[in-house]
């Protein structure tokens, strides 16, 4: 079992940054993060291999969030910047589970965490 605690939600004026991070009670294959709007299915945004540390990210935020692991604390971050209205969302933090759906770009998502709202608004 692998519990995942996020931080570092909060209100942003469009172009601004923010960071969040998660903080895993164990080890994990992968990790990654997952956002949902008001009224929108949840979306990837994007993952981490822990071992290769290859990243896949989804079209609309690449070159803006960039995902990163500390492997030694298991805290899995993702900082964002030039921040948009569009990436209003409640953000959550996830972790592969064998087996567990969904499986998004090679890593299924079966632990989860409560969520941070992130909000960009002027």
């Known amino acids: 079992q692998v519990q995942l605690v996020e931080s570092g939600g909060g209100s942003v004026q469009p172009g601004g940054s923010l960071t969040l991070s998660c903080a895993a009670s164990g080890y994990s294959y992968c990790m990654g993060w997952f956002r949902q709007a008001p009224g929108k299915a949840r979306e990837g945004v994007a993952r981490i291999f822990r071992g290769s540390g290859n990243t896949y990210y989804v079209d609309s935020v690449k070159g803006r969030f960039t995902i990163s692991l500390d492997r030694a604390n298991n805290v899995l971050g993702l900082q964002m910047d030039s921040l948009k209205p569009e990436d209003t969302a409640m953000y959550y933090c996830?972790?592969?589970?064998?087996?567990?759906?969904?499986?998004?770009?090679?890593?299924?998502?079966?632990?989860w965490g409560q969520g941070t709202q992130v909000t960009v608004t002027s």
């Open positions: 996830a972790a592969h589970r064998s087996g567990y759906p969904p499986t998004w770009y090679g890593c299924d998502f079966g632990y």
